[in-house]
């Protein structure tokens, strides 16, 4: 089945800074990359996706680039802001059954 | 659009008791849902695929017997912790794909925080 490897678990940025976090995946199969906010004791919030035929895709501070043949995505977010302290979780997902393998989270501490 | 609420938000029950936990697609239908569990700083399992009208589909190493799906209609499943003991104490969070064009994503409840004691 699909392999999510998500790094870093933590990272800790200055308010203003950018931070970057990379996922990769095992099934060459996946076709839908979803990224999630998870605030403490919250449901994950939907913040960007991407799907397999795009190779970046961006919403105002963040954005989310693919490349299929390392199998790897990135989400990056500029001019962080001490609200955007949250755990952050990748997916990758397949056709097959549209269930959702997620990685283990970066848990993102932006210090003003 | 695309608001997905669980039921009860939080419960605390005795060892050996069963738990139902709701979810529901508000606004609209959700021909698919998820269970996912929890556990403290991890991530998401994903417990159980569950469509409507069908047998759900469990995860290696998922019981069927003691998380009891059930999909009755497009707005509606729910998950029975049944013999519930210390050990399954956690967050379960169901999702639901998404309508229309939107498919491919899935919308999150809020979560049911579980205490077995």
């Known amino acids: 089945g699909e392999n999510v490897e998500q790094h870093p678990s933590t990272l800790s940025v200055q308010e203003g800074d950018s931070a970057v976090i990379k996922c990769t995946y095992s099934?060459?199969?996946?076709?839908?990359f979803p990224w999630y906010k998870q605030e403490l004791g919250k449901r994950p919030q939907l913040i960007i996706d991407?799907?397999?035929?795009?190779g970046e895709k961006k919403d105002q501070r963040i954005a989310v680039t693919l490349n299929k043949t390392a199998k790897h995505f990135s989400l990056h977010i500029t001019e962080t802001q001490p609200e955007d302290s949250a755990v952050y979780f990748c997916?990758?997902?397949?056709?097959?059954?549209?269930?959702?393998?997620f990685g283990k989270g970066t848990s993102l501490l932006v210090t003003p | 659009g695309a608001v997905v609420s669980q039921h009860p938000s939080w419960v605390i029950c005795k060892s050996g008791t069963s738990v139902k936990i709701e979810c529901r697609s508000l606004?609209?239908?959700?021909?698919?849902m998820f269970w996912y569990r929890q556990f403290p700083k991890q991530s998401l399992m994903l417990m159980a695929t569950?469509?409507?009208?069908?047998?759900?589909?469990?995860e290696q190493g998922v019981e069927k017997d003691k998380f009891l799906i059930n999909h009755a209609s497009l707005t509606l499943s729910t998950l029975t912790v049944t013999s519930a003991h210390p050990e399954d104490s956690s967050f379960y969070i169901c999702?639901?794909?998404?309508?229309?064009?939107?498919?491919?994503?899935?919308?999150f409840g809020p979560g049911t925080r579980l205490t077995v004691l």
């Open positions: 569950s469509n409507e009208g069908s047998k759900a589909t469990y």
């Open positions: 991407i799907r397999s035929n795009v």
């Open positions: 606004d609209f239908q959700a021909t698919t």
């Open positions: 999702s639901a794909r998404g309508p229309g064009s939107s498919t491919d994503t899935q919308y």
């Open positions: 997916a990758a997902q397949t056709n097959s059954g549209y269930a959702l393998n």
């Open positions: 099934d060459s199969a996946s076709n839908y």
